[in-house]
T-cell receptor, first 116, second 112 residues
Framework: SAVISQKPSRDICQRGTSLTIQCQVD?????MFWYRQQPGQSLTLIAT?????????ESGFVIDKFPISRPNLTFSTLTVSNMSPEDSSIYLC?????????????FGEGSRLTVL | KNQVEQSPQSLIILEGKNCTLQ??????????LRWYKQDTGRGPVSLTI?????NTKSNGRYTATLDADTKQSSLHITASQLSDSASYIC???????????FGTGTRLKVLA
């Protein structure tokens, strides 16, 4: 199975600042996904990051607010810009491992962000 | 609209008892259905994956069923343990867009 490391695991930030979350995978993967999980809610896809191209954002999410980098096949970052309390969530990195059944989806441990 | 609905929203059971969680979906065309377990403060971990041709799949004390005709799935937990306390999320893959559609989850609490 793919092992995904995310950091920071948690952080408390001030309104108006930005935070970058890192995601490292132990194998090369084509697509990496960034999800947001607000308190008591399920996961919402923010964007899909492919190496060598710009990320594809879902409706309601924009690059200026959530810039993403994907410099190689094992690493990606998500930045939460100009944060407000509404951005307080768990942010999860995910990859699809084509070596496993039906392209099994693996998740990192998540980065719990609290904005004051 | 492609949606995944889970019930109940939350459930409390005593250790050793069995329970069944439900998932209804309207996703079409459908590729596969997954059940994930998410412990508090952790990322989701896969329990089972089923394609449309599979009716049942087991993983230890977890057994998932799928009825593609009625678009319903269930996750049965046998002889529950305290460590089963978690959120259980049903995820359906849309074969047209290859997107994953997540249910809102069922929060299970197992009491001693």
């Amino acid at each position: 199975s793919a092992v995904i490391s995310q950091k920071p695991s948690r952080d408390i930030c001030q309104r108006g600042t930005s935070l970058t979350i890192q995601c490292q995978v132990d194998s090369q993967v084509t697509m990496m996904f960034w999800y947001r999980q607000q308190p008591g809610q399920s996961l919402t896809l923010i964007a899909t990051a492919n190496q060598g191209s710009e990320a594809t954002y879902e409706s309601g999410f924009v690059i200026d607010k959530f810039p993403i980098s994907r410099p190689n096949l094992t690493f990606s970052t998500l930045t939460v810009s100009n944060m407000s309390p509404e951005d307080s969530s768990i942010y999860l990195c995910s990859v699809e491992d084509p070596r496993r059944d039906a392209g099994e989806l693996f998740f990192g441990e998540g980065s719990r962000l609290t904005v004051l | 609209k492609n949606q995944v609905e889970q019930s109940p929203q939350s459930l409390i059971i005593l250790e050793g008892k069995n329970c069944t969680l439900q998932c209804n979906y309207t996703v079409s065309p459908f590729s596969n259905l997954r059940w994930y377990k998410q412990d508090t403060g952790r990322g989701p971990v896969s329990l089972t994956i089923m394609t449309f041709s599979e009716n049942t799949k087991s993983n230890g004390r977890y057994t998932a069923t799928l009825d593609a005709d009625t678009k319903q799935s269930s996750l049965h937990i046998t002889a529950s343990q305290l460590s089963d306390s978690a959120s259980y999320i049903c995820v359906v893959s849309h074969s047209g867009t290859y997107k994953y559609i997540f249910g809102t989850g069922t929060r299970l609490k197992v009491l001693a």
